[in-house]
Structures are given as structure tokens and as C-alpha cells.
């Protein structure tokens, strides 16, 4: 088992920053990939951005340029910066570990406003 906790997420204007932060607690010896993943009202849950145990980095292009998302494994911590924010980020941010099983966080709200 995977715990995994958010913080981080707030009310920001446009074009403002956050740091999210998941501390991963429980069995994290068997993580693989952590990364992030949001969730906008009245819309699916879509991928942001991963990161493996080695560094590799992948991001969703809408976040390209903008985000970046990094990993202190001696603290078992996955941080996304997000700089840049647009109206169109806001959604509830999840944290994702797999195992190969997949873990969530229970999200924190980023709201961006115009």
C-alpha cells in the first residue's frame, strides 16, 4: 500500500505560480513513476505530468513550458511547479504513484482566475 498527500493548491491569478507538493508514505520502495494528474468540473481526469525514479520527465503539452515536475526520492516528495497559469488550469490536481498498481492522492483544488 501507497499513502499519498497533496498540498499546495490554492486561488491564483493568471499568470501566477504554485508548488504542489505529494509526500508518498507506505510501501514507496516498490514506486515506480509518480507524476500528476487534474481534473476539471464536468470534465475527465487528464495526465499533467510523470517522473520516473531516474529523472525522466514527461508532460501533457498543454503544460509544456510551463510546469515542471520534480522528485526528492530521500524525502519520497514529487513537487509540480506551475508557473504561468492560465484560467484553463483550474481543476483538482491529483498525485499519482504506480507500483504497477496505481495509487491517488485525494487532490487539492488549484484555481486560476482571470
Known amino acids: 500500500q501507497v499513502q499519498l498527500v497533496e498540498s499546495g493548491g490554492g486561488l491564483v491569478q493568471a499568470g501566477g505560480s504554485l508548488r504542489l507538493s505529494c509526500a508518498a508514505s507506505?510501501?514507496?520502495?516498490?514506486?515506480?513513476?509518480m507524476g500528476w494528474y487534474r481534473q476539471a468540473p464536468g470534465a475527465q481526469r487528464e495526465f499533467v505530468a510523470t517522473?520516473?525514479?531516474?529523472?525522466?520527465?514527461n508532460y501533457a503539452d498543454s503544460v509544456k513550458g510551463r510546469f515542471t515536475v520534480s522528485r526528492d526520492n530521500a524525502k519520497n516528495t514529487v513537487y509540480l511547479q506551475m508557473n504561468s497559469l492560465k484560467p484553463e488550469d483550474t481543476a483538482v490536481y491529483y498525485c499519482n504513484a504506480k507500483t504497477p498498481f496505481n495509487y491517488w492522492g485525494r487532490g487539492t483544488q488549484v484555481t486560476v482566475s482571470s
Open positions: 507506505g510501501s514507496i520502495s516498490r514506486i515506480n513513476v
Open positions: 517522473i520516473t525514479g531516474g529523472g525522466i520527465t
